[in-house]
Structure formats: structure tokens, C-alpha cells
């Protein structure tokens, strides 16, 4: 089975960026849709983003980060990425990524079977 990690959080100004990775081992993304979910202190889980499988790489976003978020994957490496741009404090969570054998991606958390390890981002005022 494939076993996702998430990285590359951190500490960051408001208006700054960090790049989050999405590592997997045990196995390869190769048909596997990838997406990028968030949670932030005593709110849910949210789809913020996600990428289907190199068959069908459509991208989508959640409107809270619609122009200031970009996901792209790079599938030989089994790495996919979430660069954030213009972040906001309202942007603080736990951040993760999550997998499907599945060409088409989707933001609902229910789409997924495999989740891994998060990442926390934490941006100041």
C-alpha cells in the first residue's frame, strides 16, 4: 500500500509563500488521483485542492484559495506539490495530502483511501 507524507510547512508572514510536499513510499502514484486537505484548529477537514492521475490531470480548487494556491505533481518522482502564495493568517492548519486509485480527483473527503501524515502551516498577521 502507498504511504503518503506531507512537508514543507512552517512559519510564515502574512502575504508570503510556501511550497508543501507530498511524498509517497511503499508503492508509486502511477494512477493514483492526489489532493490536498486542510484542518484548521476546531474546524473540519476541507478540500483546498487536488490532482487527478497523469491520465487525467485536471486541476481543482476551493474558492477560499482559488488564484493564490497552485498544485502540480511530478509522478516519476512520486512528489506532488501545493505552492501558496499570498498567504493569510486564515490560512493556518494542518495540512495534508491524500490519494485514490482513481484517474478524476475531487475535493470531498470521502473520494479518498489513502491519507497521510500533516503538516502544519501557521501564518501570522
Known amino acids: 500500500d502507498v504511504q503518503l507524507q506531507a512537508s514543507g510547512g512552517g512559519l510564515v508572514q502574512a502575504g508570503g509563500s510556501l511550497r508543501l510536499s507530498c511524498a509517497a513510499s511503499?508503492?508509486?502514484?502511477?494512477?493514483?488521483?492526489i489532493g490536498w486537505f486542510r484542518e484548521a484548529p476546531g474546524k473540519t477537514r476541507e478540500g483546498i485542492s487536488c490532482?487527478?492521475?497523469?491520465?487525467?490531470?485536471?486541476?481543482y480548487y476551493a474558492e477560499s484559495v482559488k488564484g493564490r494556491f497552485t498544485i502540480s505533481s511530478d509522478y516519476a518522482k512520486n512528489t506532488v506539490y501545493l505552492q501558496m502564495n499570498s498567504l493569510k493568517p486564515e490560512d493556518t492548519a494542518d495540512y495534508y495530502c491524500?490519494?485514490?486509485?482513481?484517474?478524476?480527483?475531487?475535493?470531498?473527503?470521502?473520494?479518498?483511501?489513502?491519507w497521510g501524515q500533516g503538516t502544519l502551516v501557521t501564518v501570522s498577521s
Open positions: 491524500v490519494a485514490v486509485l482513481f484517474p478524476r480527483c475531487h475535493l470531498g473527503r470521502s473520494w479518498y483511501d489513502y
Open positions: 511503499g508503492g508509486t502514484f502511477d494512477g493514483y488521483a
Open positions: 490532482i487527478g492521475s497523469s491520465g487525467d490531470a485536471t486541476t
